[in-house]
């Protein structure tokens, strides 16, 4: 799994490439709270290359959204989430946490 | 892997980087029985979260004990056998996740169960002297 982060000027776009499991879910997550640890709470995710996503991975995205909407000071969305990956954020009851973009250029835009 | 032919068996080690390995074996299987894209996603889903929780709770930690994993094929259905030799637990003492809870107060796991439970047609546990032994059925379309 690769990760990669670029600070935009409004947001932080970190892209995933590969299986988010329970052995690289914590790497993804240390990659958002170096994020948030800067005082940046406005990130898009951009889900497209990602195959896999166990409940390991939810529950970064949860714990990141927390951490970014507490005192209204940001918000993650998600860009081309896979439809894979969007049926396990349904399952889990998570869709209405998250805005879902079809590409990263309108998530970007939306800050 | 392939054309190794049914039931085929693999053992892995008991760590979270066995996880793509573990993926891989059961896709192979799932795709062999002609399941589609979602339905293989649904078993690699179910088998990974399975084995997480094995690594975490009934080995308690990476490295300690193996995974042994069957793959049956049957006419109507794809059998997935997962022992391990860790601790046992009570499935039942784990509640599905509180689906209504605010975001400050998601709980942070029990998660793995519910998916193994929502999309496995068939879910038996059974925990012995030889083991726990997690038998997952998938049926055919």
């Not at chain 1, 997550?29 to 005082?39: F, H, K, V």
């Not at chain 1, 081309?80 to 879902?100: E, H, Q, R, T, Y």
């Not at chain 2, 399975?50 to 794809?78: F, R, V």
């Not at chain 2, 439970?117 to 879910?123: S, T």
């Amino acid at each position: 799994m690769e990760i990669t982060s670029t600070p935009y000027k409004r947001c932080d776009l970190v892209k995933i490439v590969g299986r988010i499991d329970s052995g690289t879910a914590p790497r993804v997550q240390e990659a958002l709270n170096l994020i948030t640890e800067a005082g940046r709470f406005k990130i898009v995710i951009d889900l497209s290359q990602v195959d896999f996503m166990s409940s390991a991975g939810l529950r970064v995205l949860v714990n990141t959204q927390k951490t970014c909407k507490r005192f209204n000071r940001g918000e993650v969305v998600l860009a081309s989430v896979p439809a894979n990956i969007c049926a396990s954020l349904d399952l889990a009851g998570f869709v209405p946490l998250f805005k879902m973009f079809d590409d990263v250029t309108a998530a970007v835009g939306y800050f | 892997m392939s054309g190794a032919g049914f039931p085929r068996t693999q053992t892995f080690e008991g760590n979270y980087a066995s996880l793509a390995d573990i993926a891989a074996f059961v896709r192979q299987a799932a795709s062999e029985v002609g399941f589609g894209d979602f339905a293989m996603y649904m078993v690699e889903t179910a088998v990974d979260e399975a084995c997480s929780n094995i690594i975490e709770h009934a080995y308690g930690g990476e490295d300690i004990g193996k995974i042994q994993i069957t793959c049956q094929d049957a006419p109507t259905e794809l059998k997935i056998i997962i022992q391990d030799w860790g601790r046992s637990f009570n499935p039942q003492a784990i509640p599905d996740p509180d689906q209504q809870a605010d975001l400050e107060d998601l709980p942070g796991h029990g998660l793995g169960l519910f998916f193994i439970r929502k999309w496995m047609d068939e879910v038996r546990f059974s925990f012995s002297g030889d083991g726990n032994v997690l038998t997952l059925v998938k049926r055919k379309e």
